[in-house]
């Protein structure tokens, strides 16, 4: 059985997101969706237990997808969880100029065990990300386009509370 880790901060997970781990899930039997907790980056919109019970929520039916949360390092946790590689989306070249320096970072710290593979993001999805998501709902608009309705429902929640909002 080949599994794979998708780590991330996924604050929140975007339909760029969803279309990696859609991609995952037909070339691996399971993929495991690990939100990581960055000491860096301090100002989050969701805490990572509500990301991943939304996480949860979203993919609820489908028995390939486990969730989880740590704090440890990437290669750590797939190394804990039996991952054969990590996957990790590519948008253009500055994910890659990153992942590229990433992956052998992973390599060398984990004595060549742990492998990253790179899948690409569908052109629809090319230019989304978190901060964006979190960018344009803060205007007040509405970000289905971006994110399932699951998440979009709960950004909304946590901003303006259980009050009757479009
Ligand atoms: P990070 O903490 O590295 O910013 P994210 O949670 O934003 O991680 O994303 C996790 C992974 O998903 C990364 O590999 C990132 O490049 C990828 N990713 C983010 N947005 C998209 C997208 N729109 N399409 C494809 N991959 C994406």
Redesign the pocket.
Known sequence: MTKVL??????PI?K??M??VDQACSLFDEVIVAVLI?PNKKNTFFTPDERVKLIESIYKNNNKIKVITSCNASVDVALENNCVAIV????GIT?FDY?ISMQQVNKEISDYKVNTICLF?DPN??F???SMVKEVFNLGKDVTKYVDDIVFEKMKVKKYGNKNIR
């Open positions: 998708y780590p991330g901060s996924f604050d975007t760029g997101h279309n990696v960055n990790r989306g590519l948008r994910d992942e993001a999805y090319q989304l990300s978190s």
